[in-house]
C-alpha cells in the first residue's frame, strides 16, 4: 500500500461529508481499523482515496 501525501489527506469532516456519516463515525471507523487515521500536528486526517474507495457503491447497476 502507498502512503498517502500530505496533498491526499482531508479532515474527519469532509469525511463524513463523503460517506454520508458524522465525523463522529469516521473517528469510530478509525478506531475499528476500518479507515486509517493519520496525525498532523493536533488534527487526525484520513486518505481521500480510501473514503472515495468506501463511499464508491460495490457491484451496484448501472
Not at 500536528?41 to 457503491?57: E, W
Request: no cysteine.
Amino acid at each position: 500500500m502507498v502512503p498517502p501525501t500530505p496533498t491526499d489527506l482531508i479532515g474527519l469532516a469532509e469525511a463524513g461529508r463523503l460517506l454520508g456519516v458524522s465525523r463522529w463515525m469516521v473517528r469510530a471507523m478509525i478506531e475499528r481499523d476500518e479507515l486509517n487515521g493519520y496525525r498532523v500536528g493536533r488534527l487526525v486526517k484520513v486518505s481521500a482515496r480510501d473514503v472515495r474507495r468506501m463511499a464508491r457503491p460495490m457491484g451496484g447497476a448501472s
